[in-house]
Structures are given as structure tokens and as C-alpha cells.
């Protein structure tokens, strides 16, 4: 870890493969360079678990629908996620974002495919559509985490991947900054679009993301898809924020 702060991100990818096997979370050696993770990260990784919104996916007590999808049906199906974004888990996702490690996104591409995940059949999908990034945001980050773990997903369910045709038309700002459900809105207002040619006709489709916070973002994609003639569209996340943990 030291080293590969030492030489910088951009060359972090690089020390992975010269360097013997460590964590891609907190740096400890590894016998072996599978899995990307320590036993340790990994026992600090929180799975989402418990009752949730039949949605949107959050921790729920009641049944069906959490008051934020009763409010505001949308086009967005459902969501699932498979751990509670805190923790090791938030480090891990930060380490893939920011640090390259790249390898991480087959990590959790591998956990999403073999969760159980409530109601969401995700081989019954026609395509894995990955959340775009911008290309200012693509240029300087170098790859779309998301299209990485959508890649490795869709080989690992047999499920077509259709990265290319939704795009983010616009640079956005983080919805972290967005305080109110009118200005997350007005950020994604026209922000996500569909190019032309696209195979989205009559299909379902399940859009794939590291992090879902307030599903805003999800949401904007899924009205995209929907106007570009989607059947039914759902998402699939490595994490959730929690917004209210019970006490
Ligand atoms: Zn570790
Ligand atoms: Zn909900």
C-alpha cells in the first residue's frame, strides 16, 4: 500500500502486477493473489440484509413500499444491493475509484452474482445496462467501474451487456451535495440520454452501479431507457447507503 502511494495511482495498476499478492483494501499480503480481498476486509464488508422496501431496496419494517417510493413511483422497477455502504466496504469501493484497483470490480462482480438477492433474477435479464460516466469524468479516471463490473457480470451470468448506448449527455455535480429531492432532480434534469441504434426496444433491462445513495441517479437512467422504448427496468448495486439505521 505504502509503495503503491509511493509511485501514485496512475502507476498502482502496475505496482499490482510486480508486487506478490496483497489486499486491495488495506494492503496486507495475500498467499494468493485471488480473492482481491483479505479475510479480515472481507469479515468487515456489511452484507444488506433484514427486511427492506420492496423497491428502492432500504431497510423497511413495513411491508411493500418505503414512504420516499410511495411518494415517487418512477420508471425504476426495483433496486438491490448486496452490502451496506460503511466501513471496509466504502474504503474498498474508494480503493477501486480512486487508487485503480481495478481488480476489485471483478471482486464484486463475482459477490453480486452470487448473492441471494431478494425477488431479482438477474439471469432473466435481456441486458446489463452500466450507470455512464461523463467523458471529462471517463478521461480522467481512465475506466467506468460500473462497465467493469457489468462486464465480468454479464460473463458470469450469461447475460448480454449493452454499455455503449446510455450516456451521461452532461456533466453532473455528486448528488452528496445535493441537500433537497427538487435540486438532486433539477442536477440530472437531461443528464442521461439514449444514442440512436440502440437494442433497448421491448427489452428488460437492469442497470448496474457501485453505490446507490438516494437512487436519484438510478432513476434518471431507468426515465432515459423507459422513453427509449425499455419494457422494465431494474438495478443492481455493489452497496446502499443507509439513511436512517435503526438505533
Ligand atoms: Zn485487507
Ligand atoms: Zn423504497
Known amino acids: 500500500m505504502i509503495l503503491s502511494r509511493w509511485i501514485g495511482p496512475g502507476l498502482a495498476a502496475l505496482g499490482d502486477l510486480l508486487l506478490p499478492p496483497a489486499c486491495a483494501v488495506?494492503?496486507?499480503?495475500?498467499?494468493?493473489?485471488?480473492?482481491?480481498?483479505?479475510?479480515?476486509?472481507?469479515?468487515?464488508?456489511?452484507?444488506?440484509?433484514?427486511?427492506?422496501?420492496?423497491?428502492?431496496?432500504?431497510?423497511?419494517?413495513?411491508?411493500?413500499l418505503c414512504p420516499d417510493c410511495r411518494d415517487d413511483p418512477g420508471h425504476l422497477g426495483k433496486i438491490r444491493s448486496v452490502y451496506v455502504f460503511d466501513g471496509a466496504l466504502q474504503e474498498a469501493v474508494l480503493r477501486?475509484?480512486?487508487?485503480?484497483?481495478?481488480?476489485?470490480?471483478?471482486?464484486?462482480?463475482?459477490?453480486?452474482?452470487?448473492?441471494?438477492?431478494?425477488?431479482?433474477?438477474?439471469?432473466?435479464?435481456?441486458?446489463?445496462?452500466?450507470?455512464?460516466?461523463?467523458?471529462?469524468?471517463?478521461?480522467?479516471?481512465?475506466?467506468?467501474?460500473?462497465?467493469?463490473?457489468?462486464?465480468?457480470?454479464?460473463?458470469?451470468?450469461?447475460?448480454?451487456?449493452?454499455?455503449?448506448?446510455?450516456?451521461?449527455?452532461?456533466?453532473?455535480?455528486?448528488?452528496?451535495?445535493?441537500?433537497s429531492k427538487r435540486a438532486r432532480r433539477d442536477n440530472l434534469m437531461g443528464a442521461f440520454a439514449v444514442t440512436g441504434g440502440h437494442p433497448f426496444t421491448g427489452k428488460d433491462l437492469c442497470l448496474v452501479d457501485d453505490v446507490v445513495t438516494t437512487g436519484s441517479t438510478l432513476g434518471a437512467c431507468a426515465d432515459a431507457l423507459k422513453q427509449a422504448g425499455a419494457r422494465r427496468v431494474v438495478a443492481v448495486t455493489v452497496a446502499r447507503t443507509i439513511q436512517h439505521r435503526s438505533p
Request: glycine share 8%.
Open 96 to 179: 477501486l475509484k480512486l487508487n485503480k484497483k481495478t481488480r476489485l470490480a471483478s471482486f464484486f462482480a463475482d459477490r453480486i452474482a452470487w448473492a441471494d438477492l431478494p425477488d431479482m433474477n438477474l439471469r432473466a435479464q435481456d441486458y446489463l445496462v452500466p450507470v455512464p460516466l461523463h467523458k471529462s469524468r471517463l478521461a480522467g479516471r481512465g475506466f467506468n467501474q460500473s462497465q467493469l463490473i457489468a462486464r465480468r457480470l454479464s460473463r458470469l451470468l450469461g447475460v448480454g451487456s449493452a454499455p455503449y448506448h446510455l450516456i451521461r449527455a452532461r456533466p453532473t455535480l455528486s448528488q452528496f451535495q445535493m441537500k
Open 26 to 64: 488495506c494492503g496486507a499480503l495475500l498467499d494468493h493473489p485471488a480473492p482481491a480481498v483479505c479475510p479480515e476486509c472481507l469479515f468487515g464488508f456489511e452484507h444488506l440484509s433484514g427486511p427492506g422496501c420492496y423497491r428502492c431496496g432500504q431497510p423497511y419494517p413495513g411491508a411493500g
